[in-house]
């Protein structure tokens, strides 16, 4: 069975408020409610060719998740972000910027909270690997109060699930919402391709507003769905994953049915143009609005 990890990590750096620390070193206050209770949100970016891709989008994204969250108070040195692969000589890579509500008591205000910025080095020779992935029966909550939002809080809820998978031959787990309609993978965005459609859940299931999925959305190779359920991606002509580090990932079977993984026409497309568009255009930004 495949590595749910995309590729080998090679080296690491981190930076902990700004100041660069050995990543092993352990330097977080005792009381970091990052630690204490999973509280706050973080995005990771691809590296290629020294640049990360697409930090605008992911810049108002993670702003957007501060405010809400009550962490805008957090200082993310975004000029050091776009500098630091060039700085350490890092060409590819993965670039994770994690905003926790720092020390204090539990229910406190996050007068000054903890900003780590983690640079893993990634060798691109290394494709990700083809996903076997299978329908999970842990809903998602469309009206949870964190719904579309990256928060750390659900690593040990994500680390359940693809336990659960693994014991049904599956290194991926397709999470449904509480209505029994398709929703995401544990760290993905799903594309259900039938008949020719090719289609993502709507974020009124409470997925993640993924950075991958809305390129391709806004490239018009993909559109939201008003209703997909588990049992369209178990029967699908293809099943896709999106991902910010990892791209277009390719799906080889669903619930135990084969799926064409590298071989679907539609996954090569879209992994072609999003190849392109990485190569082309550094930092893509949203197109105009109405």
Not at 49 to 69: C, E, K, M, N, Q
Not at 89 to 116: E, K, M, Q, S
Not at 281 to 288: E, G, I, K, L, S
Request: some cysteine; aromatic content about 4%; proline content about 10%.
């Amino acid at each position: 069975m495949a590595d749910h990890a995309p590729t080998p990590q090679l080296r690491s750096w981190t930076l902990i408020d700004g100041e660069p620390a050995d990543p092993g070193t352990p330097l977080v206050a005792a009381n970091d409610r990052g630690v204490l209770s999973g509280d706050g949100v973080y995005t990771t970016m691809a590296v290629f060719g020294g640049v990360p891709f697409a930090i605008s989008r992911h810049r108002r994204r993670l702003t957007d998740s501060l405010d809400y969250l009550g962490l805008e108070a957090a200082e993310v040195p975004w000029e050091r972000v776009a500098s630091l692969p060039t700085e350490l000589g890092v060409a590819d890579g993965r670039l994770r910027i994690t905003v926790t509500a720092g020390p204090g008591a539990p229910l406190a205000p996050a007068t000054n909270p903890t900003v780590f910025v983690t640079l893993s080095e990634l060798d691109p020779g290394v494709p990700t690997p083809a996903l076997s992935v299978a329908n999970g029966v842990h809903p998602r909550d469309s009206r949870r109060f964190d719904a579309g939002h990256k928060t750390i809080a659900g690593a040990a809820d994500t680390r359940g699930v693809l336990a659960r998978a693994r014991r049904h031959g599956a290194n991926e787990s397709l999470h449904p919402t509480s209505d029994h309609l398709l929703c995401e993978g544990t760290s993905t965005n799903v594309i259900v391709v039938t008949g020719g459609r090719v289609e993502t859940p709507s974020l009124s299931t409470g997925c993640l507003p993924g950075i991958t999925r809305q390129l391709l959305l806004d490239a018009g190779l993909v559109a939201e769905a008003e209703r997909l359920t588990p049992h369209d991606a178990t029967h699908a002509d293809e099943l896709i994953l999106t991902s910010s580090v990892r791209g277009v990932i390719p799906v080889d079977s669903v619930d135990q049915r084969p799926k064409p993984g590298r071989h679907g026409p539609v996954w090569q497309r879209l992994d072609a143009y999003l190849t392109q568009l990485r190569a082309a255009t550094p930092d893509p930004q949203a197109p105009p609005g109405p």
